[in-house]
């Protein structure tokens, strides 16, 4: 399996690239990844040094790409926070490229934006655009339960009201949701929810919550579940092995008081995940 990865990247640290590529090649997956940033360090630090690429650099990587005569090997397009609106349109250009030389393939979004803390922390004119080009484009999002507000214009404070945001989206072009945290008023207070909706099915995971606060792990766990969707072409199965396998990265991370996730540390949770989560259809 071969995916483009376009997303940021960080050189210390674990967001963007840097917390989705290893994943995948931990699960066999050859990746070609472009940044859409070049950061020393995630923004939660409060400083930072480096820069926002633009949308020309990154049509002319994927140009290059092309040349090589490999863009029909590609699987899938994973994009992540994109940095600015030029860019966007750049990752949707590519994700056409890839899927005219193979129509197969897989195109995940993952709808970077902001958070329920912190609101929307990217530049103007990005939420638009992932919500009125991106998601029409994409075959699966993976939001967080702020970004599925946003999204779908709709509240999420109870399980029904989940779904019916999750079908709003998919009503919008892709087939699958995930989304990456939840919490409604059926999800219990030491408990935190997942849930995945394909086809006019739902399914929902629900893992311990850990007292631990980090950034990266949507990047991982979109990561994951475009890679074990491709394989198994099931949302539920997906959800099941990428959830377990960010919980167990989150669980050690935790243990280990890091304020990084411990993406190298933690590798076997990527191939044999050390708890296992019943997927329960809702």
């Known amino acids: ?111 970077v ?12 004119g990005i939420p638009e655009f992932l919500r009125d080009q ?17 999204l779908s214009g709709l509240p999420t404070g109870t399980l029904g009201e989940a779904k019916a945001a999750l079908a709003a989206i998919q009503a919008l072009g892709p087939r699958v949701v995930l989304v990456t945290s939840l919490v409604t008023e059926d999800t219990p207070s030491h408990s935190i929810d997942l849930m995945a909706g394909e086809g006019g099915l739902f399914w929902r995971l629900r893992t311990p919550r850990l007292n631990l606060d980090v950034n990266g792990a949507g990047d991982a766990i979109a990561a994951l579940f475009l890679v074990h969707y491709a394989r198994t072409g099931s949302a539920a199965l997906a959800l099941g092995m990428a959830g377990a396998s ?8 935790a243990e280990a008081g890091s304020r990084e996730i411990l993406t190298v540390d933690a590798q076997d949770e990527f191939v044999a995940p050390s708890e296992t989560f019943p997927v329960e259809p809702v």
């Open 134 to 150: 991106a998601l029409p484009a994409a075959d699966i999002v993976t939001p967080n339960q702020f970004e599925l507000n946003f």
């Open 113 to 124: 934006m902001g958070d329920t803390d912190r609101g929307i922390y990217v530049r103007p």
């Open 246 to 253: 960010v919980y167990g990265l989150l669980r050690r991370t």
């Open 1 to 111: 399996m071969r995916i483009l990865s376009i997303q940021s990247h960080v050189a210390f640290g674990h967001v963007g690239n840097a917390s989705a590529v290893f994943p995948m090649q931990r699960l066999g997956v050859e990746v070609w990844p472009i940044h859409t940033v070049q950061f020393s360090n995630h923004t939660g630090y409060g400083a930072w040094r480096g820069r926002v690429f633009d949308g020309p650099m990154i049509e002319d990587l994927v140009l290059g790409i092309a040349e090589r005569g490999v863009l029909g090997q590609c699987d899938g397009v994973l994009s992540g926070y994109m940095g600015s609106a030029d860019i966007g349109t750049a990752i949707v250009r590519a994700v056409a490229a890839v899927r005219s030389a193979n129509p197969k393939a897989l195109y995940c979004c993952d709808p």
